[in-house]
């Protein structure tokens, strides 16, 4: 079978889908705009996480929210748009690589959703009380444990993540003949 360029992802390698065998063009390995999106959203993610989170408070990053605090009003609408685009970001880089079938977005966004989810869920107040209990619980993630007890629980970051995830798999599916269409 030959396969066009535009077929074939920058290592000269195609993904053949279901349709692949009847003489459809395989789907590239990589969708480079879905990428560049997600790594898009990062970046406005973690320029609103340098105004709206406290100083120092992501435990990997010294020095993140140091550009100051923004008003509390505006911290209630910002608050929780790290953790909407966190999961909105990485949905769509994720998938740019491991595709864009159906089965693929919801593993994808549906994954990350969770990862977003279960984080905020270890900072409830209980958790970080047991591990403050059980420090060799997480001795060998020293990071994860600073995050479990610096952080702060809020149900509004729970939300946050689902929409992200949610937004993620809706622009995914609305979007996917056009992303394979190079």
């Known amino acids: 079978m030959k396969i066009s360029a535009r077929g074939a992802n920058f290592l000269g390698r195609t993904a053949a889908g279901y349709g692949a065998a009847m003489g459809a063009t395989p789907r590239p390995l990589f969708e480079p705009r879905a990428f560049a999106w997600g790594f898009g959203w990062l970046v406005v993610g ?51 690589i491991v595709g864009t079938s159906r089965e693929r977005i919801a593993l ?47 149900n509004a970051d729970i939300a946050a993540a689902i929409l992200g995830a949610g937004f993620a798999a809706l622009t995914l599916t609305l979007n996917k003949e056009e992303m394979n269409d190079d």
Do not use: K
Request: glycine share 10%.
């Open 46 to 96: 973690f320029a609103v996480y340098q105004v709206a989170r406290p100083p120092n408070s992501i435990a990997f990053l010294p020095g993140s929210g140091a550009f100051g605090h923004l008003p509390s009003h505006l911290i209630s609408l910002f608050g929780s748009a790290p953790t909407f685009v966190h999961a909105l970001a990485f949905s769509l880089m994720s998938a740019s």
């Open 108 to 154: 994808v966004c549906g994954g990350w959703g969770a990862v977003d989810v279960a984080f905020e869920v270890v900072q409830l107040p209980a958790f970080g009380h047991w591990l403050l209990l059980h420090p060799a619980a997480f001795s060998a993630l020293p990071i994860l444990r600073a995050y479990v007890i610096r952080g702060t629980f809020d």
